[in-house]
Nanobody
Framework: QVQLVESGGGLVQPGGSLRLSCAASSSIFSLYAMGWYRQAPGKQRELVAAITSGGDSNYADSVKGRFTISRDNAKNTVYLQMDSLKPEDTAVYYC?????????WGQGTQVTVSS
């Protein structure tokens, strides 16, 4: 069992920045593909960004050029740098770790973009 603990959410004004962190309790963290998902009220959970064990990343079209996913295998941590935030980025953000067939989720962290 892998525990994922997210942090870094909060309230930010439009145009502002936040950095989310997700710490994993696994000695084989480097083997996991990691992802950030989000779920806004009344909407389905959607993939925001993902990074493979080899460091390749991909992004949802809505966040390309504004968000950056990265990982530090020495710290068992994945990050999501969010810049130029918009009100439509408001959601609960979840960290995901996948190493087939294993699949784990964090508890989520709220991000609210509002003036």
């Amino acid at each position: 069992q892998v525990q994922l603990v997210e942090s870094g959410g909060g309230l930010v004004q439009p145009g502002g920045s936040l950095r989310l962190s997700c710490a994993a309790s696994s000695s084989i963290f480097s083997l996991y593909a990691m992802g950030w998902y989000r779920q806004a009220p009344g909407k389905q959970r959607e993939l925001v960004a993902a990074i493979t064990s080899g460091g390749d990343s991909n992004y949802a079209d809505s966040v390309k050029g504004r968000f950056t996913i990265s990982r530090d295998n020495a710290k068992n941590t994945v990050y999501l740098q969010m810049d130029s935030l918009k009100p439509e980025d408001t959601a609960v953000y979840y960290c995901n770790a996948r190493y087939t067939p294993r699949n784990y989720w964090g508890q989520g962290t709220q991000v609210t973009v509002s003036s």
